[in-house]
């Protein structure tokens, strides 16, 4: 992934006072959020060559343990990068990939990936929760599908009985009326209700993951739906750090080998 050098100006959100920043980051979307993170409000960013920024604590591709991802979550304290530690990429959530019940409940995930870990963060209406795997943990990377059995049931459920309402409705029209004007009335209501609420169910039913396999158990956020360019861009980035990972360990490995032998 290729860095560039950016100058931020502004001024800190709690004292007023004038802020600049210099910040390594893969785009200027990323600069602007680290800025965020650090209670800075921009008022103009420029970007500038690698060769005329200074060493600052504040630049994410140095060394800067007071630096710290932000969740906004009064359950969820704000995490803080580990030293030399560099933010590779972010997954965030759109209220499009939430789905209906996501935006209504104000639902929020996240993934973001450093160079040392793999930092899911999921907030739901009753629980919140983050994880964070170190990626020489990491078995696998998991894209794919989950159908919830018990969505699914329910949502037959309803179909099944909301149908059984409206022909139950249709026949009584066609017959002359075996149910009263008020009883057809109330039975077209409870059926057309019964057969949108079963296609809610499941709809919910089917959802979307995105994450990692550690120690047989599944790391990551559930979406109802993917954009593909998005999501393959992060799962590239994922896939480019397990394989350096990788070769890191196997090279230590080699190197201890060779000096056992010697």
Do not use: C
Not at 28 to 38: G, N, R, T
Not at 227 to 248: K, Y
């Amino acid at each position: 992934m290729q860095w560039h050098a950016f100058e931020i100006l502004g001024a800190y959100r709690d004292s007023g006072e004038p802020a600049r920043l210099f910040v390594e980051a893969a785009g200027e979307d990323d600069a602007i959020e680290y800025a965020a993170s650090q209670g800075v409000l921009v008022s103009r960013i420029v970007r500038r060559s690698s060769e005329a920024v200074p060493p600052t604590p504040g630049s994410t591709g140095a060394t800067d343990a007071a630096a710290h991802l932000r969740f906004g979550s009064r359950i969820i304290p704000d995490l803080d990068l580990l030293p030399h530690e560099i933010i590779i990429a972010r997954y965030d959530a759109t209220p499009s990939e939430l789905g209906l019940m996501g935006i209504v409940f104000s639902h929020r995930r996240r993934l973001v990936l450093t160079d040392r870990r793999l930092i899911v963060y999921d907030k739901r209406l009753l629980d919140s929760r983050l994880d964070a795997v170190r990626l020489s943990r990491i078995s696998a990377v998991r894209l794919g599908v989950r159908i919830d059995p018990v969505r699914t049931v329910l949502g037959l459920l309803l179909g099944l009985t909301g149908s059984g309402l409206l022909l139950a409705s249709g026949f009584s029209i066609g017959t002359g009326g075996l149910l009263g004007t008020g009883q057809l009335s109330v039975a077209l209501v409870y059926g057309a209700v019964l057969v949108l609420a079963a296609l809610v169910a499941l709809i919910h039913a089917r959802s979307r993951l995105i994450g990692v396999m550690v120690g047989g158990q599944f790391h990551g956020i559930s979406l109802q739906r993917f954009r593909a360019q998005r999501t393959g861009a992060f799962v590239n980035a994922l896939e480019r750090m397990l394989h350096g990972s990788q070769e890191r360990d196997d090279g230590y490995d080699g190197r201890t080998k060779n000096a056992d032998a010697r």
